[in-house]
């Protein structure tokens, strides 16, 4: 065996935990755009801003798509919205569970 060769269990337990911290931060990130009122996908959609609503698409031309109200909404009106219906979910499902 060559010194430079590295072995199979420690790069086998070097793949395992870098997958886990990618995880881990790729779901704290979705939980902060989430909770931001950013797009999920990470792209922005408009020239929206998280207090102001936008005005035109960015990135694809305006003829060749039509924009929705969710795309141009401001930041706070798309969180205001993800968060009420997270929380109406919990509370349908909370009720669900004490009912029976």
Known sequence: MN???????????RRVRSRRGRRLSLLVLLLVWFLSGQPLNGRRQSNCTF???GTRRVGVPAYL???R???LAAGWQRAG???SM?????YL??????VR
């Open 65 to 67: 798509i039509t924009c």
């Open 93 to 98: 499902l909370v009720g669900l569970v004490i």
């Open 81 to 83: 919205i993800r968060l």
């Open 69 to 71: 109200w969710w795309a």
């Open 3 to 13: 010194k430079n060769t590295v072995k199979r269990t420690l790069t086998r337990k």
């Open 86 to 90: 997270t929380a109406v979910s919990v």
């Open 51 to 53: 207090w102001s609503a």
